[in-house]
């Protein structure tokens, strides 16, 4: 069985394996404090054009999301976030666990607006009862989206101008950063992301790591204290110099931006493939996610040999699938799925 139902089923990229290794029998010291987590830091600045921002390094996206929330934010306060948000389809109300409202707005492809987040803002500039309701404070996006689509560099310029216009912080989930990096058309940089958001991460549980998120603040205001945040959140990992070494691999030479970018061309061949035979797609993607409508025998048949993820009933006979490419997918692996789709 072949693996297209995530971005994280295998264990690391080789060149992090063998960093871990040549290392093994060095001694650091402890929670993040160390030289590995240093030297990751300035590596991944040196890309964001932003010599003052904080990095810190966590484990995972979820933790990174609600850790991140609870420590920006007010008791009173809430988060602005996309109806297929991660934070809130997919993380078990972990940030309502932190005492914080998710107020959910209507997704179109996975995005929303500028014009969607201040209609929401305005409506607590204007009410009578701002006592009696939570504060909008924060909008959280993903990049890409949990859809595989991309905010625009426009889009994401008019949602920053909102956000300074009405007080808000933008939050930006980077778990599959890489991947919207490296989508076909794109016009957004890695250092348009740090000038337009006041905090984000580089996912790197999803991105070729063993796990790990880079939580990067472009504003170190917003990350004063964050330390004690992390630890109180049980977030803080005592060897942390095995995230630093691995952030480090990433981005010292641009492997990150490399692996991600063919990942992404691999999809593009699922997609073509699926194209050429007619079968529709539920959206368009130009990430490593690809979100295809299915006839059900069809995708009884293709998962005889390969394994994909299951979106939703579309009516009696079809079904959504996603498939997703990674880091670890190789170009054979690609070759047999496009086979078995041009003999459909």
């Given at each position: ?15 992090i394996?063998?960093?871990?290794a ?10 993040g ?9 300035l ?11 904080i990095?810190?390094?966590m ?21 602005i ?5 991660h ?7 972990a940030v309502?666990?932190?005492?914080h ?18 209609a ?6 204007t ?9 909008p ?23 920053h ?9 933008l ?8 991947y ?16 337009l ?13 063993l ?22 959140n ?14 480090y ?18 999809a ?5 493939a ?68 041009r003999a459909?």
């Open positions: 069985m072949i693996r297209f139902n995530n971005d994280y089923n295998h264990g690391a990229h080789p060149n394996l063998e960093a871990l040549a290392t093994n029998d060095e001694s650091y010291g402890g929670y404090l160390d030289s590995w987590c240093e030297k990751a830091a590596e991944i600045k040196k890309y964001l054009d932003c010599p003052e921002a990095v810190h390094f484990i995972g996206g979820t933790q990174v999301n609600f850790t991140v929330i609870a420590a920006a934010l007010r008791p009173y306060q809430s988060v976030c996309a109806d297929s948000g934070i809130h389809a997919h993380e078990t109300g309502e666990n932190t005492g409202k998710i107020q959910v707005l209507p997704s179109k492809d996975g995005k929303i607006t500028a014009e969607q987040i201040a929401e803002a305005e409506l607590y500039r009410s009578g009862v701002q006592e009696h309701i939570t504060q404070k924060m909008v959280y996006l993903s990049f890409p989206t949990e859809y595989g689509t991309v905010y625009t560099l426009q889009e994401l310029t008019e949602i101008r909102v956000c300074r216009e009405y007080g808000l912080y939050f930006i989930d980077g778990a599959r950063l890489g919207g990096l490296a989508a076909d058309g794109i016009d957004v940089t890695i250092k348009d992301i740090a000038r958001c006041d905090v984000f991460y580089c996912g790197g549980t999803k991105c070729g790591a796990f790990g998120e880079a939580v990067v603040f472009p504003t170190p205001e917003l990350a004063v204290d964050f330390r004690s945040y992390i630890k109180q049980g977030a803080m990992l005592a060897k942390g110099w095995l995230l630093g070494l691995q952030f691999t990433l981005f010292h030479d641009g492997l990150y931006f490399d692996i991600t970018k063919k990942a992404v061309g691999y593009m061949q699922i997609k073509q699926f194209e050429e035979k007619g079968i529709p797609f539920y959206i368009e993607s130009n990430t490593n996610q690809q979100f295809v409508v299915l006839e059900n025998s069809v995708m009884e048949k293709l998962a005889q040999n390969y394994i994909f993820e299951y979106e939703l009933k579309v009516d009696e006979t079809h079904s959504c699938v996603r498939f997703c490419t990674s880091w670890s997918t190789k170009q054979e692996e690609i070759d047999a799925l496009v086979t078995d789709i459909l």
